[in-house]
Every structure is written in C-alpha cells, then in structure tokens.
C-alpha cells in the first residue's frame, strides 16, 4: 500500500467503497448504516458463521496486489462455509490499513465484491481504523436444519477423498519470494496465481451434504489438518502417498520430491478434505464432474488413532509440518 494519504472520511470510506444497495430475496432487513445488520434466516435453516483474520507479511507478502487481498480476504472464509456444506449469504469486514489510499481500496473492493457477488453474498456492516494492514472478514450462510457436514462424522471404512490439487498454492508463494527459473516460469506463474486467487469450493460443498460423511477446508496443510479431522471423529486415517494430486504446472515447476512436500504440508489450498462411505463414492465423484472439479481417493478413516502415511508400500514419515501460527 502507497503512503499516499487522502482527506476521505472514514464514513465517506464505506459509502464510496464498500455500501451498496441488496438484492431482493438477501435476507437483509437492515445492513449497512447502522449499529448493526438485521438478517433474516430463511424458515427451517440454521445459521452457520466463519471468521478469519489475514495480516500483511504474515498471510500474504508486503506489497501484494490490493484486488489479491481482497478476494483472499473473503475467499478463505467462503471455504469455511465449503466445509460445512453451507450456502453462504452475509458478510462483515473490519478493515485495518495504515492510511486511505484511493487507488489501493478501489482494487481491493473490486476483488471482494467481485467474489462476493459469485457467491451471493451481500456486505452488511463492519468497521474501519488506522493501523498495520490488517483484515477480518465474518461470513454467515446457511444449512438445512441438521444438515452440516461436521468434522466428527467420519465412520471407520470411509474413505479419505480431496478435491483439486494439493501443495501449488504453496508453490506459488515459494515463487513470489524466489522468481523461478525461465525454463518454468510459465509453471509458476500459474502456481502464483493459485496462492493469490484461491478458488473456494462452495458448489461443491453443497453438493456433498448428504453423502460425505464429514469435511474441513485444507488450510494449514494435509500434515497439519487431517490430524485435526480423524481426532474429531475419534478415528485412525491411514494416506497413500502417492495418491496424492499434483497439478501440471506443480509437476513442471519442481522435482518430485518437492512438489510431494509441498503437497503434504504448503497451507492455503483451501480445497475439501472429505470423509465418504465407498457405497457413495460414484455420487460424489459424479458431482465433481458436474462441476468439472478434480476429485481422489488418498486413503481411508480406520479404527484407532492417529495419522499413518505409506508410500508405493513403505511405511512413510512426512518430513514437513503443516502450519502453526504460534510454533
């Protein structure tokens, strides 16, 4: 963000930037320009909420593009949502930057509303102040009443399903910080954009409600997130490797086993982890195609605890850890 500064009032922030009027049927009495929004959650629904601050230099580099920021800042919550098999609706923004800069908040809008709108999700308040560039988003959707794809649903014999690829958002950060050779570097730009443009898979979501068994978001890194998914559970899980899926552009940027590391742990994917009986595998599968997204088995919930990992039949120790803010 430039120092350029401006005599933009935090009010006048808002209303040129973020206040827009809702669209009929968003379940919106009352939003921005009050105290506080007044949502109406439809008959027979539960509502489900997500909340994720990003910080510069710690969830994305100093000097990213704004429009980046933006979409990132709604994406990663949207992905929450995913998960949950919910159909997002609402957001709030709180907004920390060190001073106005015109240019930088148009770009940053234009990639939040412009996400926001694919998703149908109205923004309903928030807050504005001075600091280190600093952004939280709160998104509230909604499930059929007992209907959310939890974390703890998994049954022993499932099987252990992803969407995507794995590890190519991690890569691109890794080229941002570390420009990548010529003969890649059409690789790594596409890699690039997959850390800067997360794309969460919120049709898919809603698709799987009913036939997984239990999901989470991969943020943190598969090392780092199944752990969290088998416990919820109270299962073992058990991964074969070399299942995992790599994109074409991680398999040209990078040697095997680096593109396998990046895979095991690179956070920010923000693709679905799934737990799903075989019986309803096809159903699954079958609404991955619909929606033109990869999806592979990488292994099954067993009996037990804990998480074991082989590859082409050895036992396997992942060398990386997934991320930890405070580690």
């Known amino acids: 963000m430039s120092s350029g500064g401006s005599d933009l009032g ?3 922030l808002i209303r040129r930037f973020f206040q827009r009027p809702c669209a009929p049927g968003a379940g919106v009495i009352l939003g921005i320009g009050d105290d506080a929004a007044l949502l109406e959650v ?18 994305f580099p100093e000097k990213t593009d704004a429009r980046s920021v933006g979409h990132r800042a709604l994406a990663v919550n949207l ?12 957001a709030t923004l709180a907004l920390t930057m060190p001073s106005v800069d015109i240019d930088w908040l148009e770009s940053f809008a234009a990639g939040l509303l412009e996400l926001a709108d694919a998703h149908g999700v109205a923004l309903v308040g928030g807050d504005t102040t001075r600091g280190p560039l600093t952004i939280s988003v709160q998104v509230m959707g909604h499930v059929p009443r007992g209907t959310a794809l939890r974390r703890d649903g998994a049954r022993a014999g499932d099987l252990l399903a992803v969407t995507g690829t794995l590890g190519d958002a991690g890569a691109g950060l890794a080229f941002v910080k570390t420009p990548p050779p010529p003969e890649t570097r059409l690789a790594a730009l596409e890699l690039i954009r997959r850390f800067d443009y997360p794309a969460p ?3 898919f979501g809603l698709a799987a409600r009913g036939i997984a068994t239990a999901a989470m978001d991969l943020s943190d890194g598969l090392v780092g997130d199944l752990p969290k998914l088998a416990q919820a559970s109270g299962l073992a899980a058990h991964v074969v490797v070399e299942r995992l899926p ?4 991680m398999r040209a940027a990078v040697p095997g086993p680096q593109a396998r590391d990046w895979a095991l742990a690179a956070g920010d994917d923000y693709e679905l982890l799934l737990a799903v009986p075989a019986p309803r595998y096809t159903d699954l599968r079958a609404a991955a195609d619909q929606l033109n997204l990869t999806l592979c088995v990488i292994g099954e919930f067993r009996e037990g605890n804990g998480v074991t990992w082989s590859l082409n039949g050895g036992d396997f120790v992942p060398s990386a850890r997934g991320w930890d803010h405070f580690a």
């Open 79 to 90: 992905s929450d949502l995913a998960a949950m098999g919910a159909t997002p609706a609402w």
């Open 42 to 59: 439809p008959p027979g629904t539960q509502l489900v909420a997500a909340v994720d601050t990003i910080v510069e230099g710690r969830h």
């Open 10 to 12: 935090e009010f006048e």
């Open 246 to 249: 790599l994109s074409e552009a």
């Open 201 to 203: 898979r919120v049709q």
